[in-house]
């Protein structure tokens, strides 16, 4: 039954995320992490709500979506009403399905839409209360005694650091801060924390879902600070944060991605990986990671197309 293995997939993805949340290996290949955590992310809300939908649906016996045009054909369009296993439980579990798949929808496009317009704001803001100054090229500066890094991305993506981080920070920690930033910029990460937000808003209640958004949110820290290393010393950047941490660092404003906004437990394991990194994960391994979670994405979507 493809309710069955929905419901078992579903299952599959809420173990997998709450052993995830626990995993370490996840900051020795915090890309690949992150693939994966996108990956059960997806999986699980298709096939939460799928389940529900494929056990509603079963009496059309064509799979969930074929299902859904077959059910509002008989209910809406003239055709000769609701089949006759048809009964309360399976009302219900269709109620519920909809109801889920609508919700998470809705979510989704109301935190992006509040992000966007949140980062629409800022941007005004800044075009009245920065300026640009030759020391650190293409970033706007604001004239704030507190220390704070942050970035806008979008598609007028802008860097932002304050007066009080341009003498808080040497110009090496000034360098890896910046690069840090541009790194999020780059790799759009606003992108990879949204649905997350998003999931957050939907289910509050939910400590797996709690910890999978803070376990992505240190996750993409981490990539960025794995980009930057590039561009200059690990070290300046961990001492960077360490100073962040100790001035107090201005929170990043709503929409924005801060160099050292997270909690402190949070920086402390950037710090300590940028100082002491570990080996990283094999080749192998992350390939094989990054195709598991491709067949898991995929997964959901074909069974909702297999017939029952």
Same mark, same amino acid.
């Given at each position: 039954m493809t309710a069955a293995a929905l419901a078992t997939l579903a299952l599959a993805c809420a173990v997998g995320a709450w052993r995830l949340t626990r995993a370490r290996w996840t900051y020795r290949a915090p890309h690949v992490a992150i693939v994966l955590w996108q990956a059960l992310g997806v999986t699980w809300g298709l096939a939460g709500? =799928?389940?529900?939908? =494929?056990?509603?649906?079963?009496?059309? %016996? *064509? =799979?969930? #979506? +074929? %299902?859904?045009? %077959?059910?509002?054909?008989?209910a809406f369009g003239g055709g000769q009403g609701l089949p006759r296993?048809?009964?309360?439980? $399976?009302?219900? /579990?269709?109620?519920?399905?909809?109801? /889920?798949?609508a919700v998470?929808?809705?979510?989704?496009? @109301? @935190? %992006?839409? *509040?992000?966007?317009r949140a980062r629409h $704001? +800022? $941007?005004?803001?800044?075009? &009245?209360? /920065?300026?640009?100054?030759?020391v650190v090229p293409g970033v706007r500066v604001l004239d704030h005694p507190g220390a704070t890094a942050y970035c806008v991305p979008g598609l007028r993506s802008q860097v932002v650091v304050s007066? =009080?981080?341009?003498?808080?920070?040497?110009?090496?920690?000034?360098? @890896?801060v910046l690069a840090h930033e541009t790194a999020h910029v780059r790799e759009r990460h606003d992108l990879v924390l949204l649905p997350f937000a998003a999931l957050r808003r939907a289910l509050p209640w939910s400590r797996v879902v709690k910890d999978a958004q803070s376990e992505v949110s240190l996750l993409v820290e981490m990539a960025a600070d794995d980009v930057a290393r590039r561009y200059c010393s690990p070290r300046r950047l961990a001492t960077a944060l360490l100073r962040f941490g100790t001035a107090g660092a201005v929170p990043a404003?709503?929409?924005?991605?801060?160099?050292?906004?997270?909690?402190?437990? /949070?920086?402390?394991?950037?710090?300590?990986? #940028?100082?002491?990194?570990?080996?990283?994960?094999p080749l192998g391994v992350r390939y094989a990671?990054?195709?598991?979670?491709?067949?898991?994405?995929?997964?959901?979507?074909? #069974?909702? &197309?297999?017939? +029952?």
């Open positions: 709500t =799928g389940a529900l939908l =494929g056990y509603a649906l079963e009496p059309y %016996g *064509q =799979g969930v #979506l +074929h %299902g859904l045009a %077959g059910f509002a054909t008989s296993p048809y009964g309360l439980p $399976r009302i219900v /579990a269709l109620i519920a399905g909809l109801t /889920a798949l998470l929808i809705m979510v989704l496009l @109301a @935190a %992006g839409v *509040q992000t966007f $704001r +800022h $941007r005004t803001l800044l075009a &009245l209360i /920065a300026r640009e100054d030759p007066e =009080g981080a341009l003498k808080l920070l040497s110009a090496d920690e000034l360098t @890896a404003p709503r929409g924005a991605l801060g160099a050292a906004t997270s909690s402190s437990a /949070a920086v402390m394991a950037r710090v300590e990986r #940028l100082v002491t990194p570990g080996p990283m994960l990671i990054v195709a598991f979670s491709v067949t898991l994405t995929a997964s959901a979507p074909l #069974l909702w &197309l297999i017939p +029952h």
